[in-house]
């Protein structure tokens, strides 16, 4: 039985999402015109709403409805240190450990060649904008501890080591609690390879 116009539409719609297959989204368009029709109304508004208010932070990439969002114009942030993180969920991660009070940088993505993503494709000439405005005195390099985070991590470092600023990146080993017998053996081998020296 065919579907009708406006339903494939929907479930078409519903696609564009992450990790939702046909059927997945057919179920969701079936729930939301059966049983939840004034959410389905609600959510149509929200997202309208933040396509048309939702935009970039200036200064770190952030989504913000403001051109300078609230943490790149805190007083109580340190100015010249910047971390670059490749997703908005990873700032929100560092801050819950309230171990970093500097600016961010957002990539809001990876280099990924085999997916088509490029050097321009993660805003790397907006961080440059920002790096040259010379506040900045130390980067932390805070991407995920993959092939392409790897990727990025060393693309990053090779563009801005002639800047000199103090670069570093977020260190990877045994987690908080961890115990050697539970853990994998690249992560405690990349322990074992980033240990530090105890200071007498």
Not at 10 to 18: E, G, M, S
Not at 143 to 161: C, I, P, Q, R, W
């Amino acid at each position: 039985m065919r579907n009708t116009e406006a339903l494939e539409q929907l479930v078409d719609a519903l696609r564009c999402l992450p990790g939702i297959g046909p059927k997945s989204a057919l179920r969701m368009a079936y729930h939301l015109l059966q049983h939840d029709r004034k959410g389905a109304s609600q959510l149509a508004t929200s997202i309208a709403n933040a396509i048309e208010l939702v935009g970039h932070c200036s200064h770190c990439n952030n989504f913000s409805e403001e051109v300078i969002c609230s943490l790149c114009s805190s007083k109580e942030r340190d100015p010249t240190i910047l971390c670059v993180i490749e997703m908005p969920s990873d700032l929100m991660m560092l801050e819950q450990t309230h171990s970093y009070n500097g600016m961010y940088f957002i990539l809001m993505g990876k280099l990924s060649p085999l997916d088509g993503i490029g050097p321009k494709d993660i805003h790397l000439d907006r961080l440059l904008k920002r790096l040259d405005a010379g506040i900045i005195k130390e980067v932390i390099l805070a991407n995920n501890f993959t092939v392409s985070g790897d990727a990025t991590a060393h693309y990053v470092t090779e563009l801005l080591k002639s800047r000199g600023i103090k670069l570093s990146r977020i260190a990877r080993g045994l987690p908080m609690g961890g115990e050697i017998e539970y853990i994998d053996s690249g992560t405690l081998a990349q322990a074992m390879i980033e240990r530090k020296t105890i200071k007498d």
